[in-house]
T-cell receptor
Framework: NAGVTQTPKFQVLKTGQSMTLQCAQD?????MYWYRQDPGMGLRLIYY???????DKGEVPNGYNVSRLNKREFSLRLESAAPSQTSVYFC????????????FGEGSRLTVL | EDQVTQSPEALRLQEGESSSLNCSYT??????LFWYRQDPGKGPEFLFT???AGEEKEKERLKATLTKKESFLHITAPKPEDSATYLC???????????FGAGTRLFVKA
């Protein structure tokens, strides 16, 4: 039972490079989310997708774009990476807004030099 | 502004020494208060959901309680394997925006 799978687990970029973080869930969940986690701060929501075909901005969306490819997959793209985007990124999913618990992936550690 | 604050930042306990973690929240219309456990290098793992003041939930050595402004995670007779970061989160009436606290790092020494 894989749950939420993120790739890659580690990535090092140079300033200005682009990359896409991939996320897939096999729990038939409707909603998917991208968070970033920085030392001393709580998880902060970047973007979310309430259901297939919809995406919305979270608390810190600047510098990111997302695509809900289908019900299973939700990707996060950094078009021009900046050192401030060095962080650990977590993808999560939930059945919907009424069942609130989130199921998280293992995380993707990104370093921007 | 919606906010979730956890204290203490870190807590060191001896095995068997019971204690509590605090989570204060300011959310307009709470639609759930959540507790997660996070081990180093891993994603958060769901523990509990509380919906209304006075509600309590238990799992092994952990018990979560909720008031109108705070939630507590009580740890009874902890073991070294309980060492982890415990995250508190609140979901507002919009339903999709869950606000996380910075977490409490718990260390339990044998």
């Amino acid at each position: 039972n894989a749950g939420v799978t993120q790739t890659p687990k580690f990535q090092v970029l140079k300033t200005g490079q682009s990359m896409t973080l991939q996320c897939a869930q096999d729990m038939n969940h409707n909603s998917m989310y991208w968070y970033r986690q920085d030392p001393g701060m709580g998880l902060r929501l970047i973007y979310y997708s309430a259901s297939e075909g919809t995406t919305d901005k979270g608390e810190v969306p600047n510098g990111y774009n997302v695509s809900r490819l289908n019900k299973r997959e939700f990707s996060l793209r950094l078009e021009s990476a900046a050192p401030s985007q060095t962080s650990v990124y977590f993808c999560a999913s939930s059945m919907g807004s009424l069942t609130g618990e989130l199921f998280f992936g293992e995380g993707s550690r990104l370093t921007v030099l | 502004e919606d906010q979730v604050t956890q204290s203490p930042e870190a807590l060191r306990l001896q095995e068997g020494e019971s204690s509590s973690l605090n989570c204060s929240y300011t959310v307009s219309g709470l639609r759930g208060l959540f507790w997660y456990r996070q081990d180093p290098g891993k994603g958060p793992e769901f523990l509990f959901t509380l919906y209304s003041a006075g509600e309590e939930k238990e799992k092994e050595r952990l018990k979560a309680t909720l008031t109108k402004k705070e939630s507590f995670l009580h740890i009874t007779a902890p073991k070294p394997e309980d060492s982890a970061t415990y995250l508190c989160a609140a979901r507002d009436t919009g339903g999709f925006k869950t606000i996380f606290g910075a977490g409490t790092r718990l260390f339990v020494k044998a």
